[in-house]
Structure formats: structure tokens, C-alpha cells
């Protein structure tokens, strides 16, 4: 009774703002659910309650979760059936003066994230450093400035660095100069290739000498066996970036020249991915023939892949056929052999790397590629098609045999990604290794794409319900007024008489429903209650 006196004294006005309050609250709901989940993959909601909510009910699983681990790698095991989340450097990854910093003065944008220059920052203290580097005091003051996160205290040590060289070192080691202290300028402040050039020309001259008398001494003790192994790095680091500006600055057949003189020479490097860099001048050259020669020899079974071979290998393919290739063609006669090589070339390829087709056919935007790449995740993915697309425009066709054929891919693999056709299955951490790689402003490619969290779909759905309570409260107020008083009554009187089991609860539903009709019927029309 006090139930009824209480509803009686409620107006059109109080479910109108009622509803229009819970369609507003659950509207804010469901637009933080999408945007969490679109930044971050994952739901909001979902996430809070297993973290928080789940320990405290007492429902914690005991197994421990999977952790995933990011390593910076020089390596890659031979395991091809164990997927694994390592980050890579980047092959071809650019300068930071002369392109990644003069990209931020234009646009406002940082196109390296803290953690690609953390890991980067660990490469070059592994390369250019060693025990020995304390014996020296300008490679003890390069061993602060590679630690260095601020960029104008690396560039200061490193001009400390040659000078305490030219001043104390030369007079005793005459043989002796700072190269890795040329290497700090080029990277970050030479503003363009030509000043790069520069640098690293006279860290060439300086890296050359040190190294030939480190070969000297090198079995003397482990720490000279150290310095030489630091000294090789540094040259071989030379040779590359000085094969990279006479690539950039037009002289590709010296860049070449370079490249496999430097592969000669250091035959046992081959984890520098030296090779993905004479693959892209090549492919410039357009010498078809010399690429097919690398890939017959890296392209192997048991060497690890990367996008740039798989994607490389089905672009010599595709050029063979897509100059007259025609999809309407092959539905009524039948794909050729070659053009079958060809779709199983851009399938292979496609399942190494799903994200490549979506920058190659220019259906994503692409950003400056980062310092690290993840193999088989998006940042492979905006590394590649930034240096390649442009090979792949050149051939004409190629982007057309693509677009039709790379998303058979997806049929042939098995869902939900237990096993994968010709490589292991897709890695499950890709996604949150390639947020922490690449920039915020960049849209990170998914793969599976997930499906919508339960959450999503439910605030969607309690948004969309109360919003068309509000419109039907204000267009027929007496009607949702007697309706909702109906529907209190009811659920409060019955709710002691409900059968807490599915089908108890659905008898108790489909109860209430009928009543409420009931109700519903002696208020509008005045009929007789049983009659109603």
C-alpha cells in the first residue's frame, strides 16, 4: 500500500527525466567502453572486474597469467614453431636528426615512442661499448652519453669526447680516434644525409684504424678479444649507414657495391639483416634478376622470415603475370600456373604478415617507420611498405593481382588461429608489443580483428532502450506512466515468488508480463478485470 501511495504521486515528469537521465548515463558508458577499447583492445568494464572485483569475491584462478616478454634481440632462435614477441631492429630504419626530428619540427608530432629509444639507447651501448672503454676517457665519457636521454647532453659529450681525443689520447695513441663520438653527430645532428655523410666518413677513417690494431691484440686476453668484438660492430654500423646515404642521396649502384662488399666481409653478421637492405636497392635498380639471386639464398626454410623476403619473393612472382592478369579472365578460363605461383606467393606472404596489403593498397596511412620493428606486427608492417611501396607501384599490375587475391588468405587458415597453414600461428601479443612501438597518433592494425566486448553491446543496448522509453514517455505520458506503475507493482509483489533457476526465472517473466498487460487493459479501457 505505502508502494502504491508512493508510485500514485510520481508525474510524467519524473519518468520522463528518469528515462532520459539513464540514457544519457548509459550513452557516456558505452562511448568510454568504445574508446578504451579501440585504444587499448581491450573492455574497460571487463578489465576492472577481473583485476579487482574478481579477487575479492574470491573467484582469482590459481594458474598464473601468460606473461609476454619484449627483448631486443640480435638473433632470432631457429624454433619455427614456437611464435615468439622479439623486437627487431630496423633494417632501414632512418636518421634522427636528418629525418625523425626534422619530421617533428614540421608536423608538431613525435614519431619515436619512449620505448623504441629505450631499446635503441640498449642497442648502442651494447655495440659501441666495453670493458675496456674505462682505460680511454673519451669512451668513458661516450658511456654516459649513450645513457643520456636528453638528445643536446648526447650531442655535448659527444663533441667532450672528441676533444679530450684530440688533446690527451693522439699525443700517447696516435692510432687512436673517438668513432663512435662521429657516429652520435651523424645520427642526431647532422640535419641532413650530405652532413650524415660527413660524419660517418670520418667515423669510417677513425673505426678503420682502431680496428686493424685491435685485430692486432685481439687474442692477448678476453678484454682485447672484447674490444675487437666492440671495434667490429662499430665498423660494420660505418659501413651500413655510409651504404644508407649514398642510397638515399641517389647512388644506389655504389650503395650495392657497399652492401655485398660488406656482407664479404663479415660473412657471420648475417643477423644485422644486412640483406633486406640490398634487397630495397635492388628492387630500386630494378635488377629482378640479382634480387631473385639474394632470395635464393635467404628465402630458406631454416632461416627466420621476415616481410620484406615473403612480400619481396611474391612481388617477383606477381610481375610475372600481372601486366595481364584479369579477374573477370580468370573466373571463365582458369588461373595459369604461373598466376597460381603467383596467389600462392601472395597468400604465403600475406599469412607471414596480414597487415601489409592494408598500407600497400593504401586503405591505412603510413608513419614514419620506428627504430624496432616486431615480425609478423604492424610495425613490419608500416617499416616495409614505407621503403617498398613504391616497388610495387612500379610493376605494373601488382597492386591489382593484390587486391584481389590477398584475402583468400584468411580462408585458408585455421580459425581461431590454433594452427597456422604455412607458418606457426599468429602471435597473440603482436598488438600491445606494436603500441608500445609505434606513435599514439598512429591506428594500430589488429589481427584476428576482435570481436566487441560483452559491455560494448550491452550499453549499447541499455543506451538505446532508455532513450526509446524517453520518447515514448513524451509522447504518451499517461500511457508510460500507468505502464510503469504496473511494472513496479508486479515485480515488487512477485519478486518472493520467483524459482531462482533459468526456467524460473522465465516463468516468472512471461508471469509478470501477463499481468502487467492485464493491469494495463483495466486502466486504459475500464474493462472487468477478468475480461481483461
Known sequence: SALTVFLSTLTPKFYFALTVTSSFISGLIFVFEWWHFRKYGTSFIEQVSVSHLRPLIGGA????????????????????????????????????????????????????????????????????????????????????????????ARIKAAYQALELNNEIISVFFPYYSCATAYVLLAEEEATTIVDAEKYFKQALKAGEMIYRKSQNCHSQSPQHEAQLRRDTNVLVYVKRRLAMCARKLG?????????????????????????????????????????????????????????????????????????????????????????????????????????????LLEMKSLVLPPEHILKRGDSEAVAYAFFHLQHWKRIEGALNLLHCTWEGTFRMIPY??????????????????????????????????????????????????????ALLTHQFPELMVIFAKAVSIISVTGLAEVTWGPWGVLRSVVKWALVSLMLLGYELFHLPLQES
Open 61 to 152: 584462478e590459481n594458474t598464473p597469467p601468460a606473461t609476454t616478454s619484449f627483448s631486443a634481440g640480435e638473433n632470432e632462435t631457429s624454433r619455427q614453431n614456437m611464435p615468439e614477441c622479439k623486437v627487431w631492429r630496423n633494417p632501414l630504419n632512418l636518421f634522427r636528426g636528418a629525418e625523425y626530428s626534422r619530421y617533428m619540427w614540421v608536423t608538431g608530432k613525435e614519431p619515436l615512442t619512449y620505448y623504441d629509444m629505450n631499446l635503441s639507447a640498449q642497442d648502442h651501448q651494447n655495440f659501441f661499448t666495453c670493458d675496456t672503454d674505462a682505460l680511454r676517457p673519451s669512451d668513458t665519457v661516450m658511456q654516459k652519453a649513450w645513457r643520456e636521454r636528453n638528445p643536446q
Open 416 to 469: 581461431p588461429l590454433e594452427k597456422g597453414h604455412l607458418f606457426y600461428p599468429y602471435p597473440s601479443c603482436t598488438e600491445t608489443a606494436d603500441r608500445e612501438l609505434l606513435p599514439t597518433f598512429h591506428e594500430v592494425s589488429v589481427y584476428p580483428q576482435k570481436e566487441l566486448p560483452f559491455f560494448i553491446h550491452f550499453t549499447a543496448g541499455l543506451c538505446s532502450f532508455s532513450a526509446m522509453l
Open 251 to 359: 647512388r644506389i649502384r655504389e650503395a650495392v657495391k657497399m652492401m655485398r662488399d660488406l656482407m664479404k666481409e663479415f660473412p657471420l653478421l648475417s643477423m644485422l639483416n644486412i640483406h633486406e637492405n640490398l634487397l630495397e636497392a635492388l628492387l630500386e635498380l630494378q635488377a629482378y634478376a640479382d634480387v631473385q639471386a639474394v632470395l635464393a639464398k635467404y628465402d630458406d626454410i631454416s632461416l627466420p622470415k621476415s616481410a620484406a623476403i615473403c612480400y619481396t619473393a611474391a612481388l617477383l612472382k606477381a610481375r610475372a603475370v600481372s601486366e595481364r592478369f584479369s579477374p573477370e579472365t580468370a573466373s571463365k578460363r582458369g588461373l595459369s600456373t604461373a598466376e597460381i605461383n603467383a596467389v600462392e606467393a601472395i597468400h604465403r606472404a600475406v599469412e607471414f604478415n596480414p597487415h601489409v596489403p592494408k598500407y
